[in-house]
Structures are given as C-alpha cells and as structure tokens.
C-alpha cells in the first residue's frame, strides 16, 4: 500500500523564481494539508485542501498557493521565491480528523 | 511565541535507559499527537490521544495526556538506538485542521 509520495526529492532555485511541488496521497485519503519544516523547527501549516478547495490556511503570504485535483493529488507553488523559503515541504494526507499521514517531503534550497 | 513547548530540546542517553519527553501548552487542545522524524524522511504518526487523563501504551512508549487537555508526556522505557529520531508533539484546537507543531526533541540512544 503505496503511502503519500512527493516528487521531486531535492530542488535547488534561485531566487525570483517559481516553484511547482506535488503530491499524491495515501489510498483512501481525500484530504491534503502542505506544511514547511525549516532547519531545527518543527512543520508549519501552509493550506490543507479538501473537495478541490482550499479549507484553511495558515499565516502564509500569498506567493504561496495550491491546486487539488478530482484524483485527490496536490500542488504547491511558491512565486518570487525568497531565500528564507528554503526548508522541507511535507505533504500529509488522512481521511478524517485524526492522523495524518505524511510524505518524505521535498527539499528545497533557494540560492 | 511557541504554543507548544517541547522539553527538553536535546536528550542522549545510552541504551537501556528510561527518559520522558514533555509537551506543554497554556491552550486547550481537542487532539494531541505524537510523531517520531528521522532524517531525510516525514513525521510518522506514533499515537493520538483525545480525551483528558488518557494514556495509551505503544510497546515500551507510553503516552498521556493532560487532565486539562494541555500538555502530554512521552515515556520510553529501556530505550534502544532504533528510538533515535525527532520526537514531535502536535495539537488541534476545536474544529481547527490544522496541526500545531512543537519544535521537537531530538533523541539520540547511544549502543
């Protein structure tokens, strides 16, 4: 049973540029939240996505934004990429309220 | 300001020993979870505790949640070096869903 899988693993862009990350979710789950985990912190909540809309969204200014699918697949792309958006990004999926499931996340590096 | 305090930040210890890891928070949470992070990888789901003064037993971890709902404890005990990892505690609030990360403690089991 495949788990949540993101791609690519690593990326490296300079700054200004844009950024495109996807997600596929766990089998069975409907719900995909997107979280940014810095170098020593713990993940910070972007958006989740639930039914193709975005549900809620954290305190992320709007280069951040996302697309969900009718499959339940996700995206995220960051605009005018700035050098303190380096950091992990993690896709976590779940079906209900509780438990999520989380991905390997992406790597990304902004020089 | 960090609404989940995680304690202490930093913890090595040589195999067999106990330890607990502490959660702590001036907010009412309704769900507290428990990840463990290894390198390179996503948060893995340990447990999700609910309901006030729950404990619940994972093999040698055991995990409890607050009467008031605003702290939890991770206990380990005879910890072995296949516990190392980032220990993450994470709360919901109401019908919040998004997740709330502490910044972790990092474990470290010495052979």
């Known amino acids: 049973d495949a788990g949540v899988t993101q791609s690519p693993t690593h990326l490296i862009k300079t700054r200004g540029q844009q950024v495109t990350l996807r997600c596929s979710p766990k089998s069975g789950h409907d719900t995909v939240s997107w979280y940014q985990q810095a170098l020593g912190q713990g993940p910070q909540f972007i958006f989740q996505y639930y039914e193709e809309e975005e549900r809620q969204r954290g305190n992320f200014p709007d280069r951040f934004s996302g697309h969900q699918f009718p499959n339940y697949s996700s995206e995220l792309n960051v605009n005018a990429l700035l050098l303190g958006d380096s950091a992990l990004y993690l896709c976590a999926s779940t079906t209900g309220s509780y438990g999520y499931t989380f991905g390997s996340g992406t790597r990304l590096t902004v020089v | 300001t960090q609404l989940l305090e995680q304690s202490p930040q930093f913890l090595s210890i040589q195999e067999g020993e106990n330890l607990t890891v502490y959660c702590n928070s001036s907010?009412?949470?309704?769900?507290l979870q428990w990840y463990r992070q290894e390198p390179g990888e996503g948060p893995v789901l340990l447990v999700t505790?609910?309901?006030?003064?729950e404990v619940k037993k994972l093999k040698r971890l055991t995990f409890q949640f607050g009467d008031a709902r605003k702290d939890s404890s991770l206990h380990i005990t005879a910890a072995q070096p296949g516990d190392t990892g980032l220990y993450l505690c994470?709360?919901?609030?109401?019908?919040?869903?998004?997740?709330?990360f502490g910044k972790g403690t990092l474990l470290t089991v010495n052979p």
């Open positions: 994470a709360g919901q609030r109401g019908s919040n869903y998004k997740l709330t």
């Open positions: 907010s009412v949470f309704s769900s």
């Open positions: 505790v609910v309901t006030g003064g």
